[in-house]
């Protein structure tokens, strides 16, 4: 299961969770924690690579906030 | 008198939770830096100290959609505890990413049934393998 490349280490995403939520006694299953790993980690592969393929869509080499912007609204529909 | 120290145990506490969420979000930061930067690499671009730290607030404040939509569903079907079903009703915006989640959850619930199995296998010798269950559990998805 271990893959290449960074990722979020499953106790962060398990914190980050549970920041949020509103009635303490709620928990995470242990395969559901994993999937959200997956999930936050295409969330954000899929940030960069669509802020990248603005820049180079704009004849960039650097990826600056300003494409980020661009590519945000879509990014937010889709998840 | 005891208002005032009352008042000071609440600042303290929300003192804590800020430290906390200032922690969370530089772990984040530091996450979502290291991704952007694996993938400028692959492109030959680079990030912006701004478009990284833009990426991963977005990141952070996405996590707090997550976890209230995940708590919600949880609580729809009666659970206190969030399981699968429940991430995968959170991709349902798109198909694309609704087949991915859905492929990775029944490859770690096959990684899971086989760590089971092999558990058994050590703790009870030579048993039948129970490999049905994990069939009728996946069974929802289609």
Known sequence: MEEDGPNFRKELVNKLLFLHFKDDRCKVSADALQLMVEMLKIFVREAAARAIRQAQAEDQDKVDIEQFEKVLPQLLLDF | ?142
């Open chain 2, 1 to 142: 008198m005891e208002l005032g120290q009352r008042e000071e145990e609440e600042e303290e506490e929300d003192q804590r939770q800020l430290t906390l969420i200032q922690n969370l979000k530089a772990t984040v930061h530091y996450t979502v830096g290291s991704m952007c930067q694996e993938a400028a690499d692959a492109k030959g671009v680079r990030f912006t100290k701004p478009a990284i730290a833009a990426i991963s607030e977005v990141t952070f404040r996405q996590c707090e959609h997550f976890a209230k939509d995940l708590e919600m569903f949880a609580r729809h079907a009666k659970r206190s505890t969030i399981n699968m079903e429940d991430v995968k009703l959170l991709a349902r915006r798109s198909s694309s990413l609704l087949n991915y989640i859905t492929e990775k959850s029944e490859e770690i619930s096959r990684i899971n049934q086989e760590q089971k199995d092999k558990k058994k296998k050590k703790t009870e010798g030579g048993n039948k393998k129970s490999s049905k269950q994990a069939v009728t559990e996946m069974d929802i998805d289609d």
